[in-house]
T-cell receptor
Framework: SQQGEEDPQALSIQEGENATMNCSYK?????LQWYRQNSGRGLVHLILIRSNEREKHSGRLRVTLDTSKKSSSLLITASRAADTASYFC???????????FGQGTRLTINP | DAGVIQSPRHEVTEMGQEVTLRCKPISGHNSLFWYRQTMMRGLELLIY????????DSGMPEDRFSAKMPNASFSTLKIQPSEPRDSAVYFCATTAGLLDQPQHFGDGTRLSIL
């Protein structure tokens, strides 16, 4: 089964609104990463948050990590049409030398 | 800066044919990952290399799949013989380091086996 699972699977909002996506995982991690994928393209790294960090910001992106609940959230503020994409979380399960990606959240920003 | 370069971008071939996918990593990156993405199974890690050495190939589905990294600037993923269920988008990603650094993805090869 997937280590990381995103919720919701799909999200559609109006331009200018905030979008929140969640990721839950099962085992202890060293870090968690968020990626974006535009249609027909490869994944693009957004933010890496380490297990000893609780929150990180990058521009309009805010990521939180709650290791006690084994969950993370990605907030995109003041969304734009260009934010339309799929968003994935990826975790490095402790003891496993690889990243495991979730199934992703498909975000649609309506103009 | 040139990113990860994959070729071909699209490949359509008949069942039973040999397929070779190519990847040129970002210069200086010492870890390379091959992934497969499908609607049903999402993004799956097939194999990864560190300093040109295969570290984990447990994701390679069958003996029909093989991967090589003869030097730091080139890797191939080969499928022989190909089957319709191999149809997917195959991504190569590289990183400087291993799991504590962001991965940089190519734009993938969309493979269709008829």
């Amino acid at each position: 089964s997937q280590q990381g699972e995103e919720d919701p699977q799909a999200l559609s909002i109006q331009e200018g609104e905030n979008a929140t996506m969640n990721c839950s995982y099962k085992t202890s991690i060293n870090n968690l990463q968020w990626y974006r994928q535009n249609s027909g393209r490869g994944l693009v790294h957004l933010i890496l948050i380490r297990s000893n960090e609780r929150e990180k910001h990058s521009g309009r992106l805010r990521v939180t990590l709650d290791t006690s609940k084994k969950s993370s959230s990605l907030l995109i503020t003041a969304s734009r049409a260009a934010d339309t994409a799929s968003y994935f979380c990826a975790t490095d399960k402790e003891g496993a030398q690889k990243l495991v990606f979730g199934q992703g959240t498909r975000l649609t920003i309506n103009p | 800066d040139a990113g990860v370069i994959q070729s071909p971008r699209h490949e359509v071939t008949e069942m039973g044919q040999e397929v070779t996918l190519r990847c040129k990593p970002i210069s200086g990156h010492n870890s390379l990952f091959w992934y497969r993405q499908t609607m049903m199974r999402g993004l799956e890690l097939l194999i990864y290399f560190n300093n040109n050495v295969p570290i984990d190939d447990s994701g390679m589905p069958e003996d029909r799949f093989s991967a090589k990294m003869p030097n730091a600037s080139f890797s191939t993923l080969k499928i022989q013989p190909s089957e319709p269920r191999d149809s997917a988008v195959y991504f190569c990603a590289t990183t400087a380091g291993l799991l504590d650094q962001p991965q940089h993805f190519g734009d993938g090869t969309r493979l269709s086996i008829l």
